[in-house]
């Protein structure tokens, strides 16, 4: 018993540094999300949904590949996509920036959005640099927690940061904070959802520029080569448009997606 | 303050399917555990260094460091090592059973040197050999006096496997994380899960006082 005990003890910290299996080749790419972030992508009872959904069903589509979309949550979406092994990518609203391409590749811009504040009405909060000096709500390690770090310093004890944006609202609704700033996507179908809590929205596109979704694929990721032409066409030929009117209720920016760079 | 039952009874079967999953996992990882404490705990009261020191060690490390690490380690490190690719019912499992076994070792621990040596040297004095005084003389009357410290262990098991939601397993708190991603609203899942784990931890309550009137 005891030297089995060993054994096992032993192979648990070995393994700790490894990480490393053999994977077998298949035919259908293995594609993660972090299905919580409505309207985007998020479980509707045991399907996943969203606008990301359905756009990457129109680029496999086109690329004429098959795949599976598997639910695996932020952090192990990473870790899977950073190894490559089991998943070939990761779609769940990733945002391209210069510290994530050190790591990772990104597909072509898919998506144009930028971050909203979200305040009370009567609030006198009315851009990002207003929010210096205030308690303010993020998700944490999304582009709006890096952008108030910015702002506020990234060790400002009033930069509470949550583990989801749902957390994050809740807090600016019991008054613990005085905005929350996130994705505009979900600001805006949080205040949808919430018709009758007295919120507004606010944009400053001098602080908060526009970001631009990609899809993360591994380092020297040869998928990459074959979606983004098949991204291209899906923008080009009017899909992409039927998609984000059905998501959005609003003509997207192709130009501003097509040349962003 | 507006409390949407709807959702929860539009997730409902989903919530039961998770605490299917949530029972399963937790019932496996009670019994891996409880077996492997059970080897864990005579290894560590042996005298033979080369057993009694990586027991110690297993139960440093495991008591030590959190479950949250281990689950994501177990899950990323060990799983795929021996299956090829993750699987995080598999990773639950073995995270929250070698986990649990840290902990009930040093129960037993507890339980075996509660009992007055003199029975160990009268059964010895008897004819009985190591391995025999601790089948039939001890430990029956160990895991007797434990029964309520175990208790508190299995609570703290089901609870703490709602932490698997991290590795996408799908029990009950994933199907809560669903609720709270499509909806962005947060009571009506947590308070969900909350009042079903309530449920699981006062059957197994009910469950172990039985037992321990029985034994």
Redesign the interface.
Known sequence: ??K???TL?A??LI??????????KETTYKIATD????PME?????KITGFDVDFLEAVMKEAGLKYEI????W??ML??VKSG??YAAGVSSISITDERKQSYDYSIPYFESTNMILVKEDSPIAGALDLKDKKVAVQLSTTADSLMAGIMGNDSPLLKRFD????A??ELDSGGVDAVVADIA?VR??MK?NPDKKFKGILDPEQFSAEYYGILFPKGSELKAKLDPAIKKVLENGTYTEVYKKWFGEEPNIDNVLNAK | MDFRFDIIW??G??LLKGSLLTIGISILAILIGSI?GL??A??KM?TKW??NW??N??IH?FRGTPLYVQI???????V??F????NPIVAAVTALA?NSAAYTAEIYRSGIQSIDKGQTEASYSLGMTHRQTMRFVILPQAIKRTIPAFGNEFIVLIKDSSLV????APEIMY?S???????????EPYLAAAFIYLILTYSLNKLLSCIERKL
């Open positions: 018993m005891g089995r005990m060993l003890l192979v648990c393994t700790v540094m490894a990480g490393c299996s053999s994977g077998s299905a919580a972030y409505a998020y479980m509707d009872k045991d598997v639910n695996t949550g952090d192990p870790t899977e092994e089991t989801s944006n749902a957390i609202l809740l979900i179908e949080y959802n | 539009d997730y079967p989903l492997l080897g864990v005579i290894g042996s080369y057993l990586p027991m060690g297993y490390f994501l380690i177990v899950h990323f490190g060990v795929p090592l299956m090829g690719q993750t070698l939601a991290l590795i996408a199907w994380n669903a609720m709270r991603g499509q909806y962005i609203r947060v009571w």
